[in-house]
Each structure stands twice: as structure tokens, then as C-alpha cells.
């Protein structure tokens, strides 16, 4: 079984800045390919970025060269810096572990606007 809380969406300027975090649980999770998705009223979940067991990572068209998805398996935390942010990333942001039957997190709101 594993647990997932995301934190640190909020309001935020374009052009700015944001940092969120995934606190998980579970014994194994250093093994677990982790994934940040997100979802726009109105529009399907999109996968946004993953990060595999050995910190290899890649990222959807939109955000590359803007987010930058890390983990701390110590912590057994999941990271996604989001610089230069635009209208259009607003969604709420989801943390997902890829076991077999897959887990996600409640989600965290990020609202981008002037």
C-alpha cells in the first residue's frame, strides 16, 4: 500500500514560480517509478513528468525546459520545481506511483494568473 500527500500549489504570477512537493509512504518506494500528472477543468489528466528508480527522468513537450521533476528516497519525497509558469499550467497537480495497481495523491491546486 502506499500514501500519497501533495503540497504547495497556490496562486502565482505568470512568469513565476513554484515548488511542489509528494510525501509518500511505503516500504519499497525507492523502486517505484513516480509521475507527476495534471488536470485542467474541462480536460483530460495529462501526464507531466516521471522519474524512474535511478533519477532518470523526461517530461511532456508543454513543460520541458520549464519543470524539472527530482526525489529524495531517503525522504521518500517527490519534487517538481516549476519555473516561468503560464495560464495554461494551471490545474490541479497529482502525484502517481506506478506499482501494479497504482496509486495517487488527493492533489494540489496551482492557479496561475495576474
Known amino acids: 500500500q502506499v500514501q500519497l500527500v501533495e503540497s504547495g500549489g497556490g496562486l502565482v504570477q505568470p512568469g513565476g514560480s513554484l515548488r511542489l512537493s509528494c510525501a509518500a509512504s511505503?516500504?519499497?518506494?525507492?523502486?517505484?517509478?513516480m509521475d507527476w500528472y495534471r488536470q485542467a477543468p474541462g480536460k483530460q489528466r495529462e501526464l507531466v513528468a516521471t522519474?524512474?528508480?535511478?533519477?532518470?527522468?523526461s517530461y511532456s513537450d508543454s513543460v520541458k525546459g520549464r519543470f524539472t521533476i527530482s526525489r529524495d528516497n531517503a525522504k521518500k519525497m517527490i519534487y517538481l520545481q516549476m519555473n516561468r509558469l503560464k495560464a495554461e499550467d494551471t490545474a490541479v497537480y497529482y502525484c502517481?506511483?506506478?506499482?501494479?495497481?497504482?496509486?495517487w495523491g488527493q492533489g494540489t491546486q496551482v492557479t496561475v494568473s495576474s
Open positions: 511505503g516500504t519499497i518506494f525507492s523502486i517505484y517509478v
Open positions: 522519474i524512474t528508480s535511478g533519477g532518470s527522468t
Open positions: 502517481h506511483a506506478r506499482t501494479v495497481s497504482g496509486f
